[in-house]
């Protein structure tokens, strides 16, 4: 059996008969839309605070959740993120990607502290020559003499084509979103971080290293994907789950102590999208299955109560020890900054994925701003 201590609601049997078998569901989200909400071309109710999908259609205007994105928008931008990244390796190229969106200009909304996904997108806009502008700090903007959220948001859309926002709270970027829909000169909101809750281009960048991980292995279909840590509180590893409903035969192992794992509201939308998935505290006893594996460190920012402090990282670290164990084409992924859950030596191992990974997020993104202004039949 698939270990006695692992949680019981298990959702699908690994190799060598191991675990409990039920039946997968393969239901999807049903409803339609009415107007012409901006909400509705990125698969939202056009109602402020919904957050259930309704429907979908392949153009982008907001990003503001993973479950927005079907099957065949992720593998359009996986192309995409090829195409570009391929176009920008010759010179003439790279010039050519610098006209694409040279008169569009961007605001970079960043109060949550960030590197990865800040330069990231601030070096995507510059590779497609887009201006950009930024706020880091809300006491260095009017917010600090009383100005609401939603009057700093508006004053960014008249000056700007598309605000990049990254916040402490949850719900913002939908917030933003809303308003935009109710002006006269809409601009696209895209989500790069949302409290505990969303991380959506992360999503995206991530399942572009599994394509590019498996691709001669039949991409990420049939995988089986484990996800490690502080999966309570950690954005990365919710949104990544979130995208599972649209790869066929994806198994989720949730790996993380009783304390930090996966909320239910997550685990009810599996079940709902037919995603098969089991939970275990030990590491040990599954990652000889798995094809990859993404690590998250403790979120220990969000702690409210010292949640963090005392916290034995040792049953959910990925060190040369567990490297022997994975299997010799399986992937390690992280989405940085890492703390001690993985090993420095581990970077130089070829299955280790992470630093790939980072890098893969500028090209996703600058596919996910093409793709926004409608410019992608212009590469050659």
């Known amino acids: 059996m698939y270990g006695a201590r692992a949680r019981r609601e298990v959702y699908y049997t690994l190799p060598a008969n191991r675990g409990i078998v039920a039946k997968a569901r393969h239901s999807q989200p049903t409803g339609s839309f009415s107007g012409n909400s901006r909400w509705a071309q990125c698969g939202f109710a056009s109602e402020l605070g919904t957050n259930h999908l309704t429907g979908q259609t392949e153009s982008l205007f907001h990003v503001l959740d993973p479950r927005q994105f079907s099957r065949a928008q992720l593998d359009e931008l996986c192309v995409l993120t090829t195409k570009v990244r391929t176009v920008a390796k010759s010179h003439q190229g790279a010039r050519t990607l610098q006209t694409l969106l040279a008169s569009r200009r961007a605001m970079l909304y960043f109060t949550q502290p960030s590197t990865r996904t800040f330069l990231s997108f601030n070096n995507a806009c510059h590779v497609l020559g887009i201006r950009t502008s930024e706020i880091r700090d809300p006491s260095t903007s009017s917010e600090v003499k009383g100005e609401s959220f939603e009057d700093s948001i508006r ?135 798995l094809d990859a594996i993404y690590v998250t460190r403790l979120q220990s920012e969000y702690d409210t109560e010292g949640e963090s ?33 993985l090993h420095p030596s581990v970077d130089t191992d070829p299955r280790a994925m992470y630093w790939r990974q980072e890098r893969n997020g500028m090209w996703m993104r600058a596919a996910l701003l093409i793709k926004i202004f409608k410019v992608e039949d212009q590469i050659d």
Not at 256 to 281: H, Q, W, Y
Request: a negative charge; zero cysteines; proline letters at 5%.
């Open 155 to 289: 004053t960014f859309s008249s000056y700007v084509d598309v605000v990049i926002m990254r916040t402490r709270r949850e719900g913002m970027a939908a917030q933003s979103a809303a308003l935009m829909d109710r002006i006269r000169r809409p601009v696209p909101i895209i989500n790069a971080g949302s409290g505990r809750d969303q991380h959506p281009t992360q999503a995206l960048l991530d399942i572009y290293t599994l394509e590019r991980s498996f691709e001669a292995g039949g991409g990420i279909d049939g995988k089986v994907i484990g996800l490690m840590g502080d999966l309570k509180r950690g954005r990365t590893a919710r949104s990544l789950a979130y995208l599972m409903k649209n790869y066929s035969n994806v198994r989720l192992v949730f790996i993380a102590p009783e304390s930090f794992r996966m909320e239910d509201d997550l685990k009810a939308n599996l079940r709902d999208s037919g995603v098969e998935f089991m939970e275990t505290e030990k590491l040990g006893e599954v990652i000889s299955d």
């Open 309 to 341: 402090s005392g916290f034995d990282h040792t049953p959910f670290t990925i060190g040369l020890d567990e490297m022997q164990r994975l299997k010799a084409d399986a992937i390690v992924m992280h989405p940085l900054p890492r703390g001690p859950e």
